[in-house]
T-cell receptor
Framework: SQTIHQWPATLVQPVGSPLSLECTVE??????LYWYRQAAGRGLQLLFY??????ISSEVPQNLSASRPQDRQFILSSKKLLLSDSGFYLC??????????????FGEGSRLTVL | RKEVEQDPGPFNVPEGATVAFNCTYSNSASQSFFWYRQDCRKEPKLLMS???SGNEDGRFTAQLNRASQYISLLIRDSKLSDSATYLC????????????FGSGTRLLVRP
């Protein structure tokens, strides 16, 4: 069966510090991978998605970047955090069926507070 | 206009009640529709897909109205454990089939 792991679960960072959130998927190959952010009381905002190693698409201009160094690894980074980066970050995967988005499987999320 | 719009609620209902949520979508090219459930401070999980003919899963019924561009979720005989936020999700070819999430409708079921 497939599993998704995301870490760290919670972190408190000062403004201007770097960030690295990691996500790995087990039990499947060539998944589509996603990073979402959910601000308090708001919906999910798609940040990045990837259909393969080294292939990253960004949805919105921001202070964040993403990388996919391996097939089942997705990393979200920032060089200098802003207060507005606070939120609940969710990694998700789906089976890599060409052209059709189906069910997304989410990690347990990383709650980031920037002070 | 948001691509997917939901009443944020909260809907506060007693146990055993029937409650319905609607969700409207703006893109007539939307092709797939889903309801996700998100518990407080947890990740979203798929509740059910929404088919053109409508579908039922136990106490939950989902309907799609393409002409009016809305989907609905009906929960019968509400349980305390149904308390959560329900997210309406659509995808369409224009967005490369990426899922677009609504902000969610919060449901509180009281004893």
């Amino acid at each position: 069966s497939q599993t998704i792991h995301q870490w760290p679960a919670t972190l408190v960072q000062p403004v201007g510090s770097p960030l690295s959130l990691e996500c790995t998927v087990e039990g499947t190959s060539n998944p589509n991978l996603y990073w979402y952010r959910q601000a308090a009381g708001r919906g999910l905002q798609l940040l990045f998605y990837s259909v393969g190693i080294g292939q990253i698409s960004s949805e919105v201009p921001q202070n964040l970047s993403a990388s996919r160094p391996q097939d089942r690894q997705f990393i979200l980074s920032s060089k200098k955090l802003l207060l507005s980066d606070s939120g609940f970050y969710l990694c998700a995967w789906e089976f890599g069926l060409a052209g059709v988005a189906g069910e997304l499987f989410f990690g347990e999320g990383s709650r980031l507070t920037v002070l | 206009r948001k691509e997917v719009e939901q009443d944020p609620g909260p809907f506060n209902v007693p146990e055993g009640a029937t409650v319905a949520f609607n969700c409207t979508y703006s893109n007539s090219a939307s092709q797939s529709f889903f309801w996700y459930r998100q518990d407080c401070r947890k990740e979203p999980k798929l509740l059910m897909s929404v088919y053109s003919s409508g579908n039922e899963d136990g106490r939950f019924t989902a309907q799609l109205n393409r002409a009016s561009q809305y989907i609905s979720l009906l929960i019968r005989d509400s349980k305390l454990s149904d308390s959560a936020t329900y997210l309406c999700v659509v995808n369409n070819k224009d967005s490369s089939y990426k899922l677009i999430f609504g902000s969610g409708t919060r449901l509180l079921v009281r004893p």
